[in-house]
């Protein structure tokens, strides 16, 4: 480290005119060389993000971690060069870069710092404020813990032998030391921060409480159904849409007896018209299954009527037979097959294919946020044109490519489905793409890279309920742990009548700051 940083901390005034410009022309090279490869670095972490739900995701995964590790470590090794540098030399682009304001709802603890001089220290004259210099540090209050002793007290009759006691308080976990704010951590650090039970059972065991896997995974599996009729709730909010997004995920679960893992699915439903301007809340339900079959999507949506917007698994094919299910794809899909062609090949056919679909993304982004009705009109004035346009030219191209290339299955592929590819441009509440769903999956993949595989098929449906909750309350704004806290606290004595009350868009100042 020494004889990297030496021309930083070299004596400045031992070198001559001609040492110290080649002494700064060096630095700026390496400034510059620096600065390149960290850009480059965060543009290929940006593709492999958006290939995450591509083909081979899983590979793309671990590449994308290994390039993150990279940057950070650039990131990190041209600060410790910054911060070496003599006090004199003026600072980088990088460090006069603008910092974001802490945010305001953080507490704030004041220090004043007075002069140490009681007097002007020229003339010996009094001194009174002039004004006053204020900056501000973000510190951490590590966490805390505290054990509440609940003392009911037995109070007996003088007269007779009649005793009266007051009932024991509702617990989350009956006969359980799990208060619901630990009980809430334990969920989220699990669920949304994807930390493994053992990992935040050696946390916990850090900071001096013991509390083994076997323990957390039991409150896990408790809190799960303790929260059941919240996640039936959410499912009966999300399928009473007219429109939906689905995808599935593949989960590995721990196969009884073998020591080996088989291949489960998690489906989710989604649930958001705001870019099509409705105020009627989103919502996201998980649902597991063992395994990938057609049926399950059949039982699932067996009361729903309306559009799906999914991707091209033949499981869902049969929903759309019968005209209850009407099918919506995913351009995003069509444009991705595009593009991994172009960026290997570098095809200019392939490239043109992304620049038509990208001018009907530059349609969605004008429009989005608008009521249906116009969305429809935009749609059909100006996308529809478009999309006949490409349909023609996808035909066009198809006589000038083998049958088996790439491109031609990417064309076939696309023109399979060009009805459901076009159903957006006659209805306003439809998307473009399945993207909603996606979204909701991204942390199950990452969650599935830290914990490896779920136990049990109850494990899958637990990790079901609370992926159900912590998106829902995330697609309405909510912090996840203070919402399940909350929750938490109320629903073991709540009437099963008003539970949609409980529901993360319901979730008001009451619930903050109980009374």
């Known amino acids: 480290m020494a004889d990297a940083l030496s021309p930083v901390v070299a004596d400045l005034d031992s070198l001559d005119r001609e040492a110290l410009i080649a002494l700064l022309v060096a630095e700026r090279e390496k400034r510059i060389?620096?600065?390149?490869?960290?850009?480059?670095?965060?543009?290929?972490?940006?593709?492999?993000?958006?290939?995450?739900?591509?083909?081979?995701?899983?590979?793309?995964?671990?590449?994308?971690?290994?390039?993150?590790?990279?940057?950070?470590?650039?990131?990190?090794?041209?600060?410790?060069?910054?911060?070496?540098?003599?006090?004199?030399?003026?600072?980088?682009?990088k460090a006069k870069s603008a910092r974001r304001p802490l945010p305001e709802q953080l507490p704030r603890e004041v220090h004043?710092?007075?002069?140490?001089?009681?007097?002007?220290?020229?003339?010996?004259?009094?001194?009174?404020?002039?004004?006053?210099?204020?900056?501000?540090?973000?510190?951490?209050?590590?966490?805390?813990?505290?054990?509440?002793?609940?003392?009911r007290v037995k109070m007996a009759c003088a007269k007779c032998d009649c005793i009266v006691q007051a009932p024991a308080p509702s617990r989350p976990i009956e006969r359980g030391i799990a208060g619901p704010a630990l009980l809430a951590h334990v969920l989220v650090a699990k669920f949304c921060d994807h930390l493994p039970l053992y990992r935040q059972s050696?946390?916990?065991?850090?900071?001096?409480?013991?509390?083994?896997?076997?323990?957390?995974?039991?409150?896990?599996?408790?809190?799960?159904?303790?929260l059941a009729p919240l996640v039936d709730a959410t499912r009966k909010h999300v399928l009473a849409s007219s429109k939906i997004h689905a995808d599935d995920t593949p989960i590995p679960v721990l196969a009884p007896g073998t020591g080996k893992t088989k291949t489960a699915r998690l489906w989710t439903y989604v649930r958001d018209d705001?870019?099509?301007?409705?105020?009627?809340?989103?919502?996201?339900?998980?649902?597991?299954?063992?395994?990938?079959?057609?049926?399950?999507?059949?039982?699932?949506?067996?009361?729903?009527?309306?559009?799906?917007?999914?991707?091209?698994y033949a499981g869902f094919h049969h929903l759309y037979e019968g005209g209850r299910i009407h099918e919506a794809a995913c351009w995003a899909h069509v444009r991705r097959k595009f593009y991994d062609i172009q960026v290997a090949t570098g095809s200019?056919?392939?490239?043109?294919?992304?620049?038509?679909?990208?001018?009907?993304?530059?349609?969605?982004?004008?429009?989005?946020?608008?009521?249906?009705?116009?969305?429809?009109?935009?749609?059909?004035?100006?996308?529809?044109?478009?999309?006949?346009?490409?349909?023609?030219?996808f035909?066009?191209?198809?006589?000038?490519?083998?049958?088996?290339?790439?491109?031609?299955?990417?064309?076939?592929?696309?023109l399979a489905r060009w009805r459901a590819l076009t159903r957006y441009l006659d209805d306003g509440t439809i998307e473009i793409?399945?993207?909603?769903?996606?979204?909701?999956?991204?942390?199950?993949?990452?969650?599935?890279?830290?914990?490896?595989?779920?136990?049990?098929?109850?494990?899958?449906?637990?990790?079901?309920?609370?992926?159900?909750?912590?998106?829902?309350?995330?697609?309405?704004?909510?912090?996840?742990?203070?919402?399940?806290?909350?929750?938490?606290?109320?629903?073991?004595d709540w009437p099963i009548s008003r539970i949609s009350e409980l529901l993360p868009w319901n979730f008001s100042e009451s619930m903050i700051n109980p009374t």
């Not at 007097?119 to 813990?145: F, N, W």
């Not at 494990?459 to 742990?481: D, F, M, Q, R, W």
């Open 33 to 93: 060389s620096s600065d390149s490869e960290i850009e480059h670095l965060k543009l290929v972490i940006a593709k492999l993000q958006r290939m995450l739900f591509g083909k081979k995701s899983e590979k793309v995964a671990h590449e994308l971690e290994q390039l993150e590790l990279k940057l950070e470590e650039l990131e990190t090794r041209e600060s410790e060069v910054i911060a070496a540098r003599p006090q004199s030399q003026p600072p980088s682009p």
């Open 202 to 226: 050696e946390i916990f065991a850090r900071e001096g409480i013991e509390l083994d896997r076997s323990t957390l995974a039991d409150w896990v599996g408790h809190a799960s159904h303790l």
């Open 433 to 492: 793409d399945n993207s909603a769903a996606e979204r909701a999956l991204r942390g199950v993949a990452l969650g599935r890279k830290n914990y490896l595989f779920c136990g049990s098929d109850a494990g899958g449906h637990s990790a079901a309920a609370i992926y159900s909750l912590i998106g829902t309350a995330k697609l309405n704004g909510v912090e996840p742990e203070l919402y399940l806290q909350r929750v938490l606290e109320k629903i073991p």
């Open 274 to 312: 705001r870019p099509a301007a409705s105020d009627v809340p989103a919502a996201v339900w998980f649902a597991y299954t063992p395994d990938r079959r057609g049926e399950h999507p059949r039982q699932h949506l067996s009361n729903f009527s309306g559009t799906l917007q999914a991707d091209g």
């Open 348 to 393: 200019a056919m392939a490239a043109e294919a992304v620049e038509r679909i990208g001018a009907l993304y530059a349609i969605e982004s004008d429009v989005r946020g608008k009521p249906p009705d116009l969305r429809q009109q935009v749609r059909q004035s100006r996308g529809r044109p478009l999309v006949d346009e490409l349909h023609d030219w």
């Open 112 to 151: 004043t710092h007075l002069p140490s001089e009681e007097a002007c220290p020229q003339c010996g004259g009094a001194l009174h404020k002039l004004g006053e210099d204020v900056s501000e540090i973000l510190e951490r209050v590590p966490a805390t813990y505290k054990v509440i002793r609940h003392v």
């Open 395 to 414: 035909n066009k191209m198809l006589t000038r490519l083998s049958p088996k290339s790439d491109t031609a299955i990417a064309i076939r592929y696309a």
